[in-house]
């Protein structure tokens, strides 16, 4: 797996009205199960992953596209394509309980109630507690630490006036205007 990071301040509330972001011109929805940890974890086994897990939220991973693709050929961070103002939509965290650790679900998006995404996290390529295990080789997992954990197919473009709508079953929807 690959990671990028986004500041805290970039977090926004499901039901946010956002603006279209400055200096793109090809701005693009991802939704996402986020799971948020709950204790803190370092370079622990996949076995034990779900032991971090506090619980799962839906989220939107917004992208300027345009800017991440010239990052991206040119061999550079991903920065200004994914860290920025109201790029890490997520709804309010469903608390572990009797979720288990997630490895099926459906999860789908609408623009302006049109499906552009719709798949089940077990389609995910890494499983969440292979992403975990993987993360804490690298970090010390933190309480309050959101992690998104990758897009079906079907991201693409949004634009101003879209209402996007979203679904992770058993843990939420969200909305974006």
């Known amino acids: 797996p690959f990671y990028f990071t986004k500041a805290p301040q970039t977090l926004t509330p499901s039901g946010a009205t956002v603006t279209y972001p400055p200096e793109t011109s090809n701005y693009h929805f991802e939704m996402e199960m986020v799971v948020a940890i709950g204790k803190?974890?370092?370079?622990v086994k996949a076995e034990d992953a779900h032991t971090l897990i506090y619980g799962y939220a839906a989220g939107l991973d917004m992208t300027r596209r345009d800017l991440q693709l010239v990052a991206r050929d040119k061999?550079?961070?991903?920065?200004?394509?994914?860290?920025?103002?109201?790029?890490?939509?997520?709804?309010?965290i469903t608390p572990q309980g009797s979720l288990g650790v997630l490895s099926s679900g459906a999860i789908s998006l609408q623009v302006n109630g049109q499906a552009k995404q719709s798949a089940d996290l077990g389609?995910?390529?890494?499983?969440?507690p292979?992403?975990?295990?993987?993360?804490?080789?690298?970090?010390?997992?933190?309480?309050?630490?959101?992690?998104?954990?990758?897009?079906?197919e079907g991201v693409?473009?949004?634009?101003?006036?879209d209402k996007i709508t979203g679904h992770v079953e058993g843990v939420g929807s969200l909305e974006l205007n």
């Open 40 to 43: 803190v974890g370092f370079r």
């Open 123 to 128: 389609q995910l390529i890494w499983s969440i």
């Open 130 to 152: 292979e992403l975990l295990a993987d993360l804490s080789q690298y970090y010390h997992l933190q309480p309050g630490d959101l992690i998104y954990t990758g897009t079906p």
């Open 156 to 161: 693409g473009p949004v634009l101003s006036g």
């Open 75 to 92: 061999g550079r961070p991903w920065d200004l394509g994914k860290d920025f103002e109201q790029s890490a939509v997520c709804t309010a």
